[in-house]
């Protein structure tokens, strides 16, 4: 039993990490109806950076809020470079090219920068397990968790008590109307970018100290995270934080009671019935489209 709880206490971490990045193609979605596919190179070069930071002297607490100002920077160019002009010409498929180009540019990019070998990311907790409940659970996995819970709660309160979060509501509910009430639909596009990078590179650091951190790691974690968001669904928060802690303790459990090589097999089977019986997602809306 106690064994079973660890295993449950690490898939929440793992699951809320795939949360975080999957909270970001929510937003990029509900604002332009676009994603960004390389959210994952995003959290990558998140960990990278902030280690870079790190190992230069700069304390973990003072990285991650540096972290997510790159990742605000990163995220905008990305939406300017790469889904602006699609969206301009109506461009149906020229923003999946465009993300996924640019996130292998990044991984290029970071490949030559600091090598193609995995890197040891220092904790800024002891590594030292805790008892919680008669399981072990690292301090690194509580705080990812309540970082990843303070994010995004974080994002919420901006959205709903600030006028420039009402901004982002009220395109994601009608982009023309309110560009007809004088909001600047662009802007609030391009700052959707901006923040879903943020989500993705604070995760990185959040998730480097608990795994090596190299130029591949966001990959998988891109991908994994993906289909948490179709899981739980693009146009609910509940739901992609249901997904993340499905999945996450899903590949935990598998792992350990089958095989390794079997713990992503969960995950997949449960996104092939939800696109099969519900491809709004558990937890999401069907959007009627007029025509």
């Given at each position: 039993?106690?064994?079973?709880?660890?295993?449950?206490?690490?898939?929440v971490a793992l699951g809320m990490i795939?949360?975080?990045?999957?909270?970001?193609?929510?937003?990029?979605?509900?604002?332009?109806?676009?994603?960004?596919?390389?959210?994952?190179?995003?959290?990558?070069?998140?960990?990278?950076?902030?280690?870079?930071?790190?190992?230069?002297?700069?304390?973990?607490?003072?990285?991650?809020?540096?972290?997510?100002?790159?990742?605000?920077?990163?995220?905008?160019?990305?939406?300017?470079?790469?889904?602006?002009?699609?969206?301009?010409?109506?461009?149906?498929?020229?923003?999946?090219?465009?993300?996924?180009?640019?996130?292998?540019?990044?991984?290029?990019?970071?490949?030559n920068i600091w090598g193609r070998d995995?890197?040891?990311?220092?904790?800024?907790?002891?590594?030292?397990?805790?008892?919680?409940?008669?399981?072990?659970?690292?301090?690194?996995?509580?705080?990812?968790?309540?970082?990843?819970?303070?994010?995004?709660?974080?994002?919420?309160?901006?959205?709903?008590?600030?006028?420039?979060?009402?901004?982002?509501?009220?395109?994601?509910?009608?982009?023309?109307?309110?560009?007809?009430?004088?909001?600047?639909?662009?802007?609030?596009?391009?700052?959707?970018?901006?923040?879903?990078?943020?989500?993705?590179?604070?995760?990185?650091a959040l998730i480097a100290p608990l795994?090596?951190?190299?130029?591949?790691?966001?990959?998988?974690?891109?991908?994994?995270?993906?289909?948490?968001?179709?899981?739980?669904?693009?146009?609910?928060?509940?739901?992609?934080?249901?997904?993340?802690?499905?999945?996450?303790?899903?590949?935990?459990?598998?792992?350990?009671?089958?095989?390794?090589?079997?713990?992503?097999?969960?995950?997949?089977?449960?996104?092939?019935?939800?696109?099969?019986?519900?491809?709004?997602?558990?937890?999401?809306?069907?959007?009627?489209?007029?025509?």
């Open positions: 039993m106690d064994i079973l709880l660890q295993l449950v206490y690490s898939g795939y949360a975080v990045i999957a909270f970001g193609y929510q937003l990029t979605f509900q604002t332009s109806d676009t994603l960004n596919f390389g959210q994952g190179d995003a959290l990558m070069l998140g960990a990278m950076v902030g280690l870079t930071l790190v190992n230069q002297g700069v304390n973990y607490w003072v990285m991650l809020p540096l972290v997510i100002v790159f990742g605000m920077v990163q995220g905008a160019f990305v939406e300017r470079i790469g889904v602006q002009p699609a969206i301009k010409i109506k461009s149906e498929f020229g923003w999946i090219m465009s993300t996924i180009a640019l996130g292998i540019i990044f991984k290029n990019v970071a490949e995995d890197l040891k990311f220092p904790s800024p907790l002891p590594e030292a397990p805790m008892q919680v409940f008669g399981a072990n659970v690292l301090p690194m996995e509580i705080l990812v968790v309540f970082g990843a819970v303070a994010m995004m709660l974080a994002v919420e309160f901006f959205n709903r008590k600030t006028i420039y979060g009402k901004a982002v509501v009220a395109t994601f509910n009608d982009r023309d109307a309110a560009k007809l009430m004088g909001i600047n639909t662009g802007l609030v596009i391009t700052f959707s970018y901006a923040l879903s990078s943020a989500t993705a590179a604070f995760a990185g795994t090596l951190t190299g130029a591949t790691m966001g990959a998988v974690l891109g991908l994994k995270a993906f289909a948490v968001a179709i899981i739980g669904g693009l146009t609910s928060g509940l739901g992609i934080i249901v997904g993340g802690i499905i999945l996450g303790v899903a590949e935990t459990t598998t792992g350990f009671y089958l095989s390794t090589g079997y713990k992503d097999v969960p995950g997949l089977v449960l996104l092939l019935l939800v696109l099969a019986f519900k491809p709004a997602g558990l937890f999401g809306k069907t959007a009627m489209k007029k025509v």
